[in-house]
């Protein structure tokens, strides 16, 4: 498996992780809850969980993907073991327009979300749903982003 699919996979794990625990526990208490106040406060800690468990989870990745590198390669010198790691996390034209690509479709959901939820916030709907309707968009968003990027990895792209 490529570096960049399981680098993405790290990703795509913690934003479906912070989407479920969001829909299963919070999501039933929006007929109780009806405080704007309440929803952006736990907006704002879901946001700051799933920003500290991706970045330690990358680190964790990123130590596990060098021992596992160096282990390989025990029997060789550390210029050696240094270049394969290289090698491992190169980053080409490829994998950048792919990059591109699945932030474009991740974006364009996102947008999406957050347009509903202005058209029914116009609507003269309740403001609780329609923070729920772009924050699970944004959420969406990032899953849509990861399984595409996975999708192109895995699949490839053409240029043009």
Known sequence: MPYQVKKTLISLITSLIIFVSYTTQILPQIGVQTEPKYWATVMLVYIGIGV???????????????VSIAIKERNKDSKSIEKSLNVEMVEDEMTKLIDLKSIQVGYSLTG?????????????????????????????????????????????????
Do not use: D, Q
């Not at 500290?52 to 060098?66: D, E, P, R, T």
């Not at 116009?122 to 999708?151: C, K, P, W």
């Open 52 to 66: 500290v468990v991706m970045i330690i989870l990358h680190i964790a990745f990123h130590i596990f993907l060098s």
């Open 112 to 160: 999406i979300g957050f347009v509903t939820g202005l058209i029914y916030l116009a609507l003269g709907n309740s403001i609780v749903l329609t923070l729920n309707i772009i924050f699970i968009a944004s959420l969406l968003g990032g899953i849509t982003e990861g399984i595409t990027n996975i999708y192109l990895n895995l699949k490839g792209v053409r240029n043009g």
